[in-house]
């Protein structure tokens, strides 16, 4: 029970920034192509391209806080997290 509790605030918190970017972007060319509301599969694919930069680096940190879960059965914090990553500029995080 523990280890699907494990990090749920964190996930609650990934999965609302996940989405804001993809859906505004996705609204966005969407107006810009006029397509009247009516989401075509060119606005869905520009999300998923564009949207990608600000959703890369939330996986990868809970892929890491999954990973640290599972070998020491704590949760690691994201503020020691983003430390690690701010000494190597960030790098580990746009991995994914």
Sequence with gaps: VSA???G?????IGV???RVPKFGI???????????????????????I???PFINPIRMIE???????KTTGVEKPIKEI????ASQNFRPLFRG
């Design 4 to 6: 699907s509790l494990s």
């Design 8 to 12: 749920l605030v964190p996930r609650l």
């Design 16 to 18: 609302g920034f996940k």
């Design 26 to 48: 996705l609204l966005g060319v969407s107006y810009f192509l006029e397509e009247g509301g009516n989401v075509g599969y060119t606005a869905a694919t520009a999300a998923s």
């Design 50 to 52: 564009f949207s990608a």
């Design 63 to 69: 892929k890491q806080q999954r990973a640290f879960y």
């Design 82 to 85: 983003l430390k690690e990553s």
